[in-house]
């Protein structure tokens, strides 16, 4: 079955850097990637998701890339700022994402202000 | 427009017995998805609900099980509870053969 990797498991920047977490995924069959952002004690929240007939995608200071040769895909935060502190999950689903989300072990990334 | 939501919010039960956790999708939604989030272990797939039947469920023993009613409400019920089954568990819904999928607040379950 599928299998994602999600690296790192945490990440400590500076306010006003950029971060980056990558995952990696085993089945080529899977075609939709989303990420969530759980905050403590909170649901988790899908800030971006992509599709794996686009490369790339945007939305203000985040943005999703994915490498279907290579079987990866990255979330990039840019100018992260201390409410962007949360853990991040990464998932793949196959058919759209209609089946099931197989998830990432997260990442808790935490901003210094 | 009202998210998924998810009761009771906490629960406690002692080894052995059963529990009941119970999830209605956003209006609209006739797809149930239900996860295990066990500390250190991210979110695991359980069961998947469509339009009243059970889709696919994930490496879980039988004793985890659930439905989903005509009104897309869906229950998850856990027999003979162990202490490996505190975690929260998250249900999330999403409209039929279609992303994204929505997450509620999700049920504390603590075993004794």
């Known amino acids: 079955g599928e299998n994602v990797e999600q690296h790192p498991s945490t990440l400590s920047v500076q306010e006003g850097d950029s971060a980056v977490i990558k995952c990696t995924y085993s089945d080529s069959a899977s075609n939709y990637f989303p990420w969530y952002k759980q905050e403590l004690g909170k649901r988790p929240q899908l800030i971006i998701d992509?599709?794996?007939?686009?490369g790339e995608k945007k939305d203000q200071r985040i943005a999703v890339t994915l490498n279907k040769t290579a079987k990866h895909f990255s979330l990039h935060i840019t100018e992260t700022q201390p409410e962007d502190s949360a853990v991040y999950f990464c998932?793949?689903?196959?058919?759209?994402?209609?089946?099931?989300?197989?998830f990432g072990k997260g990442t808790k990334l935490t901003v210094n202000p | 427009e009202a998210g998924v939501t998810q009761s009771p919010t906490h629960l406690i039960k002692t080894r052995g017995q059963q529990a009941t956790l119970r999830c209605s999708p956003i209006?609209?939604?006739?797809?149930v998805y239900w996860y295990q989030q066990a500390l250190g272990l991210g979110l695991q797939f359980l069961l998947w609900y469509d339009e009243g039947e059970e889709r696919n469920r994930g490496n879980f023993p039988p004793r985890f099980s659930g439905r989903q009613f005509p009104n897309y409400s869906s229950e998850l019920n856990v027999n003979a509870l162990e202490l490996e089954d505190s975690a929260l568990y998250l249900c999330a819904s999403s409209q039929t053969g279609m992303a994204p999928q929505h997450f509620g607040d999700g049920t504390r379950l603590s075993i004794l």
């Open positions: 209006s609209g939604h006739t797809s």
């Open positions: 992509i599709r794996s007939n686009v």
């Open positions: 998932a793949a689903s196959k058919k759209g994402g209609s089946e099931k989300l197989v």
